[in-house]
Nanobody
Framework: QVQLVESGGGLVQPGGSLRLSCAAS?????????MGWYRQAPEKQRELVAT???????NYADSVKGRFTISRDNGKNTVYLQMNSLKPEDTAVYYC???????????????WGQGTLVTVSS
């Protein structure tokens, strides 16, 4: 079992910054292979924002390239999303995701956080 706990959302003015954090907890045999952030705006489908592999390879949606930075601390099983130059269209619920490998059973499964709301408005 895996629990992902997000924090850092809130209200920010256009052009401002926020930093989201997501801490994973669960079995000591879990490896969080790929971690990432997705978002869902009102009446829209959930979309990928950014992902980062265990080794640090990153991938970004075109809409956030150059403004958002994803990073992780493998020792803390935590992934971060630094969001700069925020725009009103970034307003959404942001969800943390982890692809988890259990080292003993070799089971691979997805885990999701509960979501944190980011509102960009003046």
């Amino acid at each position: 079992q895996v629990q992902l706990v997000e924090s850092g959302g809130g209200l920010v003015q256009p052009g401002g910054s926020l930093r989201l954090s997501c801490a994973a907890s669960g079995s000591a045999f879990n490896i969080y292979q790929m971690m990432g952030w997705y978002r869902q705006a009102p009446e829209k489908q959930r979309e990928l924002v950014a992902t980062i592999s265990y080794g640090g390879s990153t991938n970004y949606a075109d809409s956030v390239k150059g403004r958002f930075t994803i990073s992780r601390d493998n020792g803390k099983n935590t992934v971060y999303l630094q969001m700069n130059s925020l725009k009103p269209e970034d307003t959404a619920v942001y969800y943390c995701n982890a692809q988890v490998l259990h080292r003993i059973t070799s089971e691979i499964f997805d885990a999701w956080g509960q979501g944190t709301l980011v509102t960009v408005s003046s």
